[in-house]
């Protein structure tokens, strides 16, 4: 029987969890969050990309059920956090002397993505399409960066804006600057 699944050809026909801990012996550092992301489509995106880039666990701030649909089963080989608020999640960032990155548009803290000079052991977080992250996710942020536009809109998609960073970050810390 052909094996359906979206993953690349190594792990087709073997079960979930041979693939899980297989990923699980070499996971990235990085951590991604979730605050408050209102459309289903746009978390499953986040949680893809994220197994693309096969980060350490994926955290979801203020929200214990998403529809699964847009991930295509990826979050099946991640672990996923729940935190009922943003004061649980730091807790546990600080606790592992991780750095929280915020990527967002709409503070007076903002630096430029490009000008980021990421450290391993790093969360980026990400908020809402409309609303963006909460003041207090911004406040106990260690780093506010956002993705510079040059067309009309002030922002791309936040799965977009998650899979550009995750990838700035992969680049800096997995792959290395070096140039082809």
Known sequence: MED???LIDEYKGRAVEEIFAELEQKRSELEVAIENVE???NIGTIVRSANNFNVKKVHIIG???YNRRGAM???KYLETVFWENAAEFYADQRARGREVVAIENHTERVQPLAKKKFR???TLVFG???TGLTHETLEMA???REIES???TRSVNVGVAAGIAMYEWVRQCRLGSESD
């Open 4 to 6: 359906k699944r979206n």
């Open 142 to 144: 260690d780093d506010v």
């Open 39 to 41: 459309y289903d489509f």
């Open 128 to 130: 809402s399409e409309g």
């Open 120 to 122: 391993k052991e790093t």
């Open 63 to 65: 929200r214990k059920k």
């Open 150 to 152: 040059f067309g009309s």
């Open 73 to 75: 089963c990826t979050e």
